[in-house]
Each structure stands twice: as C-alpha cells, then as structure tokens.
C-alpha cells in the first residue's frame, strides 16, 4: 500500500499552450465588476466567457486560455462549460448572426418563408456563414416572442411580426 | 400584440401601459415600495410567509407548488448564507410573460425579490435571465442602479437593519437552466445539469445553501400580497388557485398577447373565441397547447362547449395542466403530427444529456418522426412512439423527459387520424 506502481512520464514534446488573449483596461475593470457579483469566481464564467467572445468573435484558444487564467480553473473546464450552452461559440461565426426562431409557434406563423427567404438573399443555409465573414445563419430554439412570431435574432436584437419585405429591410440596414 | 386584463382589475400588468413603466419614479408613484416598507415597518419573516400562504400562491414557473409553503421549507437556524434566486429563465415554448414583466416593471420584480429576501433571511440574491433576453438584463440592471441609488437595496434599506443585495446573472442558451436545480448548476458556474433531489434546493441548493429559487411571474405578485394582505389575494382567484395568473398566447389567434385572468376564469372557450377575437380567416379551432408546449395537447371538442375552467384544477380536469400558462392555437391547417415532430426535435436539442432515458430516448424519437415523414413510416409505429415515451416518463433524472413524453403520449391518443395519415398512406 502506498507504493507508486506507475510513475508517469512527462511529455517528450512540447505541450502546445496558446498564450492567453489581453484585454483592455476598460474591458478588465468590466470583467472585475462581474467578478464582484459572486462568492464563488467560477459563477462568473458564463458572464466572462460573453465578453470574450464579444472582444474575440468566439471562444478562441488564447480567449479560454485568458478565461482559464482568470478564473483558476483548467482550461478544460472552460471548454465543458463552452460546449455546453448554445450561444456560446466555439469557432469562428460571421459578425452578424441571425438566430430565426423555429418553434412552434413561428413555426406555424410562417417561420418556414423567412427562413427560404433568407436563405435565397444571403446565399447560405442554416449553419453557414456568408463569404465575407457578414452573416451566420442559425435555426434556433423558442426565443420567447411567440405573440409576435415570426422572428429573428440578429446578435442580440430581437426582430418580430417579420414578414419578408422587413426582413430585407433589416439585414439591408446592417453595414 | 395585445397586452391587459380580462374579467378582473389589472394587478401584475397595472402599470405596463405607463409611459415610462420601468423608471423608479413611475413605480414609486403607482404604488411602488409600499409593500417593502410595511414589511419593514410592521411585519416579521413568519408574518411575511403567513402571508404567502394565505394567499394560495403558487409557483407559475410550471410546477405550481405553493411559494409560501416553498419559502417555510427554509431552515431558520442554518447558519449558512440563504439565496433567492429568481428563475427568469422563461425558455418554454410559447410562454413570454415574464419578458414584458420585466421589461416594462422591472422594480415590481426587486421588490418582490426584496420582501423574499427579507422573510427568508438572504443578503445576496440573484436575477437568472435566459441569456437571449440579454436587453432585459440590461433593464434590470438600470433598474437596480435606481433602486440602490434610492436606499431600497444595499446596507440598512430605508432605516432598518435589513440589508440586501440583488445580482443579475445571465444564462447562454439552454431550456434545461429553466429546471431550479440546472439553473443553480449553472449559476455556479457549471454545465447547466439537475441534481438529485432530496436534498431539495430549501436545504441545500446555491453554493450547497438554503435557497429558493422563484419564478418572475411569482416573485412580482409578492408586492401585492403584502399590500392587499393574503386573504384578499386569494380571493381574487380560488380556494386553491389564489389570485391572477398571466396566460401567454401563440398561434392562430386574431389578438395574440399577454392576459392577466383571475385564477378559475370561465371559460377556455369564450377565452379563446371572445376574449383573444377567435381563430383568424374564417378557420376552425383544432388543438389548443394551454401551458407552454411540456402539456397534454387539447382537442377542439375538448374546449368547445366543456366550461374548462383555467385554473390548476380546472386544467387538469379539463384534460391537460396550467404549466407556464403559454397557450399555443392551432387552426385546422395544422397537422398534429407536424407540430408534435416540432416539439420533439425542440426537446432533443435541449435534453442536456445527463441521463439515459432522455438523452437516448429523445434522440429516437426525432429519428422516428423523420423516418415517418421521410415516407418509411409503419402502421406499428404510432405504438412504437407510445412505448418509447413509456421508457422517458417517470424514468428520466429530471422533469424534461416527462415533458418531452406528453405531448407525443396525447397528441398520438388525441389525434390518431394525424398520425395514421403518415403511417398508412406509405402502405
């Protein structure tokens, strides 16, 4: 009892380790204002891992490397965490991204037209994104606008009582 | 999108209408802080949940379990830290209550969170929002600012020696945070899993602490309670279902919106043809989802012309549950087979996959559904979904697997001829 069997080895490579993102000061002090909300710092990681991918586009290494650092956890434990919640992104998404609602209710308010009729305008299907890095398109789950269906989530506007003409109207005012 | 009262004075959505309802002054000048200072002034912890209880209040997250009952769960002598955490994470399909709740009276929501924290003893409380209402979260915390600018959160509120403070937290996009303990999960920082109960969160649930985790629509009817006292409360409702209850209603409706009814209005018939202006373009009623889509499923000759009274019982007898209240109308264009594939495929995107019987379980039934849209479908098959959601409900760690089941279990008994006309037309 007690005695080591297996005496493990380091690694003969190197182990690859991004080295983590940096933020401004104004983006620090916001994320210490999270940080403040909570006993525990791990609470803030839903919080934290928004403002990453808001200054980095998604969830990139050096992003969860950052996270990790910050919030002294393993970096494994950012990427449980990440996979698990769907408007966490854990690879590139175009800077624009409409989510259109496809639930019942918009399912049955005419979701189906709007989301033909995107498709046709920006060239993609659901899951992609545009060439130039403008559009993702996603179907996503009940966004709780079921009285005012059908809609989309352009980032994190909501756009209700959408009709095709509006939705031209709405992706055509985005620069 | 229509939005008031029918059959009774508007309590909940009394100042929705208001020009500016979500600034603190219009709040204070509406009746705003009057409940927490006569709690401060005159009421102690107990009275304040003598109160709840007599209400009848109970929980309208989907659950309905008595609040003032949930509250005395709260052991007195802990001497750990005691969280209230209100559940803003409104993810059900077709229920989007809380959203105008919070958007428009967003004081109405840190009172009633003041006043529970108060009667349970808890300093630090939390606003969990689904992580999409991210413009809520950002009303919320405006409002808060507001609120502890005024004295009404932070150290010694108004005088007293009651201090409290009340956090937003945001979610990222996952129904199953809905369920209280995913959600505490979740707010620490964690994949958004239930956890076993018992221990039940009153015991041990934020940070292994006493906690009650409220929906909105419960914390906002708190202010009330208080003012008009518990007995008066109730009987706005019944003996049972105390007080008003919001119904959110989808679909094909000429006037979709957010109604506050008193608790046991009669009827869902006159409700759906009268009140919400009836089925648009000269269609006929077919199926009614009455409490956010984790229901039993309606037929028209269910409603039209029974007197189903919408309450908790009244529901249940009717032949479905009150849930979250989300109402979702389906004229005769839709075929139930469609709309219960719709929810199935919603309900494996959002099993979180703890557990065997809904993670595996909901993934074969979209696999059926899609192999029954795609042409292959059997006549055994209605009978093979039935004995799938046989294997789900009452099986699975957490309530998602019993919602999932429901809706297949009644659409597949309620409407036979929906599915039979896949199934057959194959054979």
Not at chain 2, 33 to 54: N, Q, T
Not at chain 2, 97 to 113: A, S, V
């Given at each position: 009892m007690g005695e080591v069997l297996v005496k493990i080895q380091p690694p003969d490579h190197p182990v690859h380790m991004p080295e983590a993102a940096k933020f401004s000061p104004q983006v620090e002090s916001e994320i210490d204002r999270h940080l403040a909300k909570y006993p525990i710092m791990r609470s803030a990681i839903l919080p934290l891992m928004f403002i990453v991918q808001r200054e980095r586009g998604y969830l990139d290494p050096p992003g969860v490397q950052y996270?990790?650092?910050?919030?002294?956890?393993?970096?494994?434990?950012?990427?449980?965490?990440?996979?698990?919640?769907?408007?966490?992104?854990?690879?590139?998404?175009?800077?624009?991204?409409?989510q259109i609602c496809k639930t019942l209710s918009c399912k049955i308010m005419g979701e189906g037209k709007i989301t033909e009729h995107v498709c046709n305008k920006l060239g993609i299907r659901p899951g992609e994104t545009t060439a130039d890095g403008k559009f993702s398109l996603s179907?996503?789950?009940?966004?709780?606008?079921?009285?005012?269906?059908?809609?989309?989530?352009?980032?994190?506007?909501?756009?209700?009582?959408?009709?095709?003409?509006?939705?031209?109207?709405?992706?055509?005012?985005?620069? | 999108m229509f939005i008031g009262a029918i059959g009774c004075e508007p309590l909940q959505l009394r100042r929705i209408h208001l020009e500016n309802s979500q600034t603190l002054d219009v709040y204070r000048r509406n009746g705003?802080?009057?409940?927490?200072?006569?709690?401060?002034?005159?009421?102690?912890?107990?009275?304040?949940?003598?109160?709840?209880?007599?209400s009848a209040l109970r929980g309208r997250g989907g659950a309905g379990f008595p609040t003032g009952m949930k509250w005395s769960f709260v052991p007195k002598d802990s001497p750990k830290e005691k969280y209230v955490v209100c559940n803003a994470?409104?993810?059900?399909?077709?229920?989007?209550?809380?959203?105008?709740?919070?958007?428009?009276?967003?004081?109405?929501?840190?009172?009633?969170?003041?006043?529970?924290?108060?009667?349970l003893g808890a300093k630090r409380n939390y606003i969990y929002t689904r992580g999409e209402y991210r413009y809520l979260i950002d009303i919320m915390d405006l409002a808060l600012d507001e609120a502890r600018a005024a004295g009404?959160?932070?150290?010694?509120i108004l005088g007293s020696d009651f201090s409290c403070e009340i956090y937003t937290h945001t979610g990222a996009g996952a129904y199953i945070c809905?369920?209280?303990?995913?959600?505490?999960?979740?707010?620490?920082?964690?994949?958004?899993?239930?956890?076993?109960?018992?221990?039940?969160?009153?015991?041990?649930?934020?940070?292994?602490?006493?906690?009650?985790?409220?929906?909105?629509?419960?914390?906002?009817?708190?202010?009330?309670?208080?003012?008009?006292?518990?007995?008066a409360y109730q009987k706005l409702g019944t003996e049972k279902s105390g007080g008003t209850k919001l119904w959110s209603v989808s679909g094909h409706v000429n006037r979709p919106g957010v109604y506050e009814l008193p608790m046991g209005y009669d009827d869902m018939e006159k409700f759906i043809m009268e009140d919400c202006g009836g089925i648009p373009n000269g269609k006929q009623l077919k199926a009614v989802i009455p409490g956010g889509s984790s229901v039993y499923i309606m037929r028209a000759d269910q409603i039209v012309g029974k007197d189903v009274r919408m309450d908790y019982e009244g529901l249940v007898a009717g032949g479905s549950m009150v849930g979250s209240g989300g109402f979702i109308v389906m004229d005769e264009t839709v075929d139930v087979f469609e709309s219960t594939k719709n929810l199935t495929e919603f309900y494996k995107h959002e099993s979180c996959g703890w557990c065997t019987p809904c993670r595996e379980g909901t993934d074969w039934l979209v696999k059926i559904f899609k192999r029954i849209e795609g042409g292959a479908g059997r006549p055994e098959d209605a009978k093979l979904l039935l004995d799938l959601c046989d294997n789900i409900e009452g099986k699975s760690f957490c309530p998602l697997g019993d919602a999932a089941a429901?809706?297949?279990?009644?659409?597949?008994?309620?409407?036979?001829?929906?599915?039979?006309k896949h199934l057959v037309k194959n054979n």
């Open positions: 996270l990790a650092n910050r919030l002294q956890l393993r970096v494994t434990d950012i990427w449980e965490v990440a996979t698990f919640y769907s408007m966490l992104q854990t690879k590139p998404t175009g800077r624009y991204h409409i179907l996503v789950e009940c966004l709780g606008s079921c009285g005012t269906a059908p809609m989309f989530q352009v980032n994190f506007d909501y756009h209700e009582n959408l009709t095709p003409e509006k939705a031209d109207q709405i992706l055509e005012s985005l620069e | 705003g802080y009057e409940a927490i200072k006569k709690v401060l002034d005159s009421m102690s912890p107990d009275g304040v949940i003598d109160e709840v209880k007599k994470d409104e993810s059900e399909p077709g229920t989007f209550k809380d959203r105008y709740l919070m958007e428009r009276d967003p004081h109405m929501l840190i009172e009633g969170m003041l006043i529970a924290a108060y009667a009404f959160l932070g150290n010694n809905g369920e209280e303990t995913a959600l505490l999960s979740s707010l620490e920082g964690f994949r958004g899993h239930p956890r076993m109960k018992p221990p039940f969160p009153a015991i041990s649930g934020l940070y292994a602490s006493p906690t009650v985790v409220n929906n909105v629509e419960t914390l906002t009817a708190v202010p009330d309670i208080i003012k008009m006292g518990g007995e429901w809706p297949i279990q009644s659409a597949v008994k309620r409407f036979p001829e929906d599915f039979e």
